[in-house]
């Protein structure tokens, strides 16, 4: 009942802390982009692009060493150029869309796969994601232009500066710790490639899906697949977090259908609703990955709402393209190069019993290298709880035989922390 109880308060705070990360970003890159427009004339697309790197950023930069931050921060600025030239390709039609999909598919490829390399290499592919992201949901036009691209750029960099100025006054940046790898299910290939080709390839066949069902909104199939494939941790994973992502969009555009129609195009209003969702989201995440779905579903639903594009007849083809989205995802992970969560909870669970052992073992007291060891090894495999969880609740899969075992490798790596005062060891889902 005591670790039940401590969990309250634990969550509560994690809550409050990933509204106020997200939050002390996203306004203030507003405010200066609003600042800009006094002298210039940004777009409103490079806005809405400083708005939700902001919203992702955070996140991002506390996953990664001090050390790689350059070397991400110079990523993504590349990155958000080459992800927006692409989603314009999608707007503009023809042969350019085929190419805009194509690089999307190679950018949801290089995400996952350089990651495997680790150091800088991770920091890079992490940002990667966050660009591909927001360039997606920024709605781009189908003509392209110098001045865009240099305020798009100025969009990336203003976000960049408020994010990284956050995480200095929050407490500096996090040390180097080894990474966990996945689970090698063959010695030819390994399953960050394996992961890279299903993210290019569901990415690729979301496009051609779209362009044959509904030619004029081809970025949420391709959104979802890559949200849904993005960071996974196997297939079962995958299910998981497409079956959120499902219900949280279902979720979130029963709110807008509501609610959307409230306000005319371009009412401030809407932007303040907005805001408010983007906060309800940041608190909400540390709770699952549903909640975060459905604030942002409905968020973007009143974005586009203020920009004129609203009605239920939009809000059911996002919904379909979202569906489209996600079987794509989830068939990929089981019949291309399929990776078994099972094979990597199993993994992970090695890695936090032998990082527990050598910590019991120092006889002259615990060293910090083996205690950020542990403590990495554990925030590996607390991110497969929900997946094991999931499976256990419904009784499906064999991953679900593994959930005791994560608890018992969980309760036994506190107990080899707790000399050392460890603090909240099971991360934010």
Known sequence: MGDQHREIPRALMASLRSM???????????????????????PLVAVIMAVMLGLSLPRTLDAMAGADRLWASVALVLAVVVASLASIGLAAGGWWRVI???????????????????????????IIGVALIAALVSPMSASISWKLVLWLIVAALCALAWALAMSWLAGGTPTDTPETSQAETNHRMTSSTKMAIQGAAAIAVAAGAAQLVDQRHLVWPILTAFIVLNNNRGRGDVLLKGTQRLVGALIGTAVATLLVGLWPAGDARSVIVIFVLIAVA?????????????????????????LGQGGIDLLARRLLGILIGGV?????????????????????????????????????????????????????????????RAARVLGVGPARALAPIVDETLALASGALEPASANNLTPDP
């Open 20 to 42: 106020l990360t997200t939050m002390v970003v996203v306004l203030p890159a507003f405010w200066t982009m609003g600042q800009l427009a006094r002298w210039w004339t940004p």
């Open 100 to 126: 805009g999909g194509l690089g999307f598919a190679v950018l949801a490829g290089m995400t996952t796969w350089v990651r495997r390399f680790h150091g800088p290499w991770k920091a890079i592919g992490l």
């Open 282 to 306: 940041s608190a909400l995440r540390p709770f699952g990955y549903v909640y975060w779905a459905a604030c942002v579903t409905a968020g973007l639903a009143f974005l586009y709402s203020f």
């Open 328 to 388: 794509i995802a989830i068939a990929i992970t089981w019949v291309l190069l399929p990776v078994k969560t099972t094979d990597v909870v199993r993994l992970r669970i090695g890695a936090v019993r032998r990082a527990s052992a050598i910590l019991a073992a120092q006889g002259d007291g615990p060293k910090p290298a083996q205690i950020a060891a542990l403590r990495e090894a554990v925030h590996q495999l607390s991110a497969m709880l929900p997946t094991v």
